[in-house]
């Protein structure tokens, strides 16, 4: 059937309305929001992060006066706190002998560590067979660290790969070891921490927040 000019216009008003109601009638009849939000299942918990994100350069940087710490998340001083405790960790690793006990072990790790990391290391301090294989050699080690290099900057930790070097006597021979690890320094409530460390070539996660 051919529909004239006017009863098509007509058809096209009526097929406006019918919409207009439809969209009226959903707007009413959708539900209202809840006065409180739902909660959201929360990630674990972790490090602190920045008071404040770095200050940036709005300025046409000078390579002359370049100032690397105004792009990053942690200041000079922090960065040398975290590099410095990062070395110590190492080095205070590397050392233990065996007619220490392993409180004493753990007494030169005290205050690098979050509590969660100390914990870790008094367990493993305690292993049984380790205490008393160190017994039977009468092995002593010292050991040293160096710094190599960031490996990673995140909002919340640094990542420094540090290889440590044991002077070893064991059974009265003396030898030197070296092994690279990845450490994870975060901040940790109001201070920096050592998170988290691992031998270099097994990888070590990024930012802990």
Do not use: C, H, W
């Not at 405790?85 to 072990?105: I, K, L, S």
């Not at 901040?187 to 927040?209: C, I, N």
């Amino acid at each position: 059937m051919n529909l004239t000019d006017r009863r098509r216009k007509l058809l096209f008003a009526g097929l406006v309305v019918v919409l207009a109601a439809v969209g009226v009638y959903l707007t009413v009849a959708a539900p209202e929001p809840d006065d409180e939000p739902r909660a959201r299942p929360s990630a674990t918990a972790g490090p602190t992060g920045p008071a404040s994100p770095p200050p940036g350069i709005q300025n046409a940087v000078n390579p002359a006066d370049f100032d690397i710490y105004r792009l990053l998340p942690f200041s000079r001083q922090e960065f040398a706190t975290a590099a410095e405790m990062a070395q110590r960790f190492v080095a205070a690793y590397g050392t233990y002998r065996y007619d220490e006990t392993p409180e004493t072990f753990l007494s030169r790790l005290s205050g690098l560590a979050t509590e969660d990391l100390e914990e870790r290391l008094a367990q493993g301090a305690a292993t049984p067979g380790i205490l008393e294989e160190r017994r039977r050699e009468q092995l002593v080690a010292r050991g040293s660290a160096s710094l190599d290099q960031v490996r990673n900057i995140e909002d919340n930790s640094l990542i420094f790969l540090v290889t440590g070097t044991q002077q070893v006597t064991k059974s009265g021979k003396t030898s030197t070891d070296k092994e690279q690890y990845a450490v994870t320094v975060a901040r940790d409530g109001g201070s920096l921490k050592v998170y988290a460390f691992a031998p270099a070539d097994a990888g070590q996660a990024g930012d802990t927040g």
